[in-house]
């Protein structure tokens, strides 16, 4: 069994920026991919990017790409998602999840995913 415990959400003004962690326990996750995913209130779940725990290699959704950064901490079973200029549209609460499958396809698939965290809010301010 996987636990994600996403942290590092809060309150700030738009342009700023946030740093989200998801500390994952329960296995190593050397092999996984791991994601992050975003809903906004009134929305669906979207796909936000994921990372391939062993090579680091990453893929984003179109609008996240050069405002987002996805990133690993083997050592420390974790993975962060760096945001940079935050938009009021960023609100939403954003969401960590595994694919323990070794060296799978990288999904924008939320069905890809059998393991999620509780979700850490986002509120960005205008």
């Known amino acids: 069994q996987v636990q994600l415990v996403e942290s590092g959400g809060g309150l700030v003004q738009a342009g700023g920026s946030l740093r989200l962690s998801c500390a994952a326990s329960?296995?190593?996750?050397?092999?996984?991919?791991m994601a992050w995913f975003r809903q906004a209130p009134g929305k669906e779940r979207e796909f936000v990017a994921v990372?391939?725990?062993?090579?680091?290699?990453?893929y984003y959704a179109d609008s996240m790409k050069g405002r987002f950064t996805i990133s690993r901490e083997n050592a420390k079973n974790t993975v962060y998602l760096q945001m940079n200029s935050l938009k009021p549209e960023d609100t939403a609460v954003y969401y960590c999840?595994?694919?323990?499958?070794?060296?799978?396809?990288?999904?924008?698939?939320?069905?890809?995913?059998?393991?999620w965290g509780q979700g850490t809010q986002v509120t960005v301010s205008s």
């Open positions: 329960g296995r190593a996750m050397s092999t996984y991919n």
């Open positions: 999840a595994a694919d323990p499958l070794p060296y799978g396809a990288m999904s924008q698939r939320e069905s890809r995913y059998p393991y």
């Open positions: 990372i391939r725990m062993s090579s680091g290699t990453s």
